[in-house]
């Protein structure tokens, strides 16, 4: 266990201004990513859920270097990511790769399949020639259990499921370590995500990949993960194994996050309605603990202090001056 | 036995796609009776959709009805020049669509756009038994009933809100707002057409446990058009399960979450992941959902299907009832020679 985490994140903090002064005001800051820290070991599934304005996508962008931190360190494989120079940067965009949930807007509609699959392997240099992208091409989609005709399409010409699994399969044409998933299913149907699940799950496997997978759809990250994070507002709330997050939740958000899921058995009734309202705006942050004025348990220091994220058990992290507290309602 | 709210008899819808009729809807029988709700579920291009907005009169320009019939309180809808067609859906339907802020007119404040709704239907306002009102006991009354309909959907502090622009109002509340538009004329029918989509899942929960609510308190018969099979289960009384134009399978929702007959339904329900996660095994189902341009013969799902005998690649199999209230359209129920 004393293996170094391939991926690590301290103190991770990524504010964002907000367009426009307010009259005679100060700038607003969207506080997106507001202190996060963890770890993902090599081989296994990070799942980080939360619902819309949590931060989860701005914290996917700053893990692959598509916007910069206001303050903190992720360091991939040891190193720190704000000191690396052009030739270790080049490197760390083959390892790390970011398959995006809307494949009509992450394919370009008039480039062809086969070369939205080589176009990376020339411009990262790892192609040798055309003959070896084609080849590299080819292995990827029966990867992905594509036939080679797929690649002489355009995206249209795809169901969402085969886009879904084109953009998987570019990402494993650069043999990365760590591939981030941002919301890999929600948009195919059912049928299609739980093939789309066992693909992820069985290259995983024969690949030897880690997965930061990111997702509002509780239920997928509960079946495909190893540890559970679950953000709101910019921060982590509860952080555990997932067997233990699911089974025993100690912050009452993720007890209400769990118990807003339809269960799919009409004698299970669930929908119980344990967050008040919406998601608080992330320019203005309430005080103390974020989730106070959703939370049906807070008292007055929820509304003064904020909780630090602490360990409750062992590996089982959670922010809350009352953890445990809504485990009854599960 | 009263007269279904809503009675959908072998209905047949053909799209126009670059200039030729496709078969879009092939035969959909659906009923629903007072204060029931049905759900229909199916994933993208079943019909569902297509099925909602023949229903509702709204198919587009491209699409035309081609067989069958659509009761709505005994009335048949099919033929229906476009003027009565409006008289009979502004009294009978009222649909609720996905996405809120498409739907409601960002220049209109909550309770103008709600109450322009006695505009069209100045019936409504009437008093059932004594005078006519005057225009502004009417505005007086048009108000007072927008703020109850915004309170009998939650919406905290209504006489406030009612006088909010759609943009003051989060995801959650605006699509309770359009609840409250829909609610106001007092449908037979409320179509709710994958209406929690957009939400996250803490709002989702709020609006489902809303129409949970509003089906006991107001008697809401409701159909609920979703790809989740949780909605359903959560929601609905029975189901009706689409596939490829086609319903495969209605039934009480225990009975189909319980003893699913047809092999897509049970397809289905085995490839929907629960929150007990990887101990379940996800059996996803082979192959693609067919084209609409060119469905496979004989029963739509046999190239998928497990089950799939020589007869289900040429003769299309039709509903048999398989116990009460419960209808397959499978040649493994219809005693037809596999």
Known sequence: MSEAPLLEVTGLVKHFPVRGRRFGGHRQWVRAVDGVDFAIRSGHTFGLVGESGCGKSTLASLLVKLVEPSAGQIRFEGQDLGGLDRRALRDFRRRVQLVFQDTYGSLDPRQGMLSAITEPLFTLGIAADRADAVRRAEQAVALVGLDREVLKRLPHELSGGQRQRIAIARALALSPRLVVLDEPTSSVDVSV?????GLLDDLKQRQGLTYL???HNLIVVR????????????????????????AAPLHPYSVALISAIPVPDPEAPSLTELARGDVSSPVNIPSGCRYHPRCPYAEAICRSEEPPLAEHMPGHYAACHFAGIAADHL | MSVPVLEVTD????????????PALNKVSLTIARGEALGLVGESGSGKSLTALSIAALLPDNARIVGGSIRLMGDDLVGRSEAELNRLRARSVAFVFQNPTTFLNPLMTIGRQIAEVFELSPELLDPADGPRLSRRERRREAW????EYLRLVKIPDPERVARQYPFELSGGMQQRAVIAMALIRRPHLVIADEITTALDVTVQAQILALLRELRHSIGMTLLMITH???????????????????????????????????PYSQALLAAVPTIHGSETVLRPIPGTIPAMTDPPSGC???PRCPAAMPACGHVVPTPAVTGPGHSVACHLYDGSPG
Do not use: N
Not at chain 1, 223 to 237: E, F, P
Not at chain 2, 242 to 248: K, L, Q
């Open chain 1, 193 to 197: 995500q739980a093939q789309i699940l």
């Open chain 1, 213 to 215: 997978l990111i997702s």
């Open chain 1, 223 to 246: 079946y495909m993960s190893d540890t559970v994070a679950v953000m709101y507002l910019g921060k982590i709330v509860e952080l555990a194994a997932a067997a233990a997050l699911f």
């Open chain 2, 11 to 22: 209905l047949s819808v053909e799209l126009g796609i670059g200039g030729v009729w496709i």
């Open chain 2, 144 to 147: 007072r009933r927008v703020v």
């Open chain 2, 228 to 262: 989740d099979m949780g909605i359903v289960a959560q929601l609905t009384d029975r189901v009706a399960v689409m596939y490829s134009g086609t319903v495969v399978e209605c039934a009480d929702a225990l009975a189909l979450f319980r003893r699913p007959k047809h």
């Open chain 2, 300 to 302: 739509r799902f046999h």
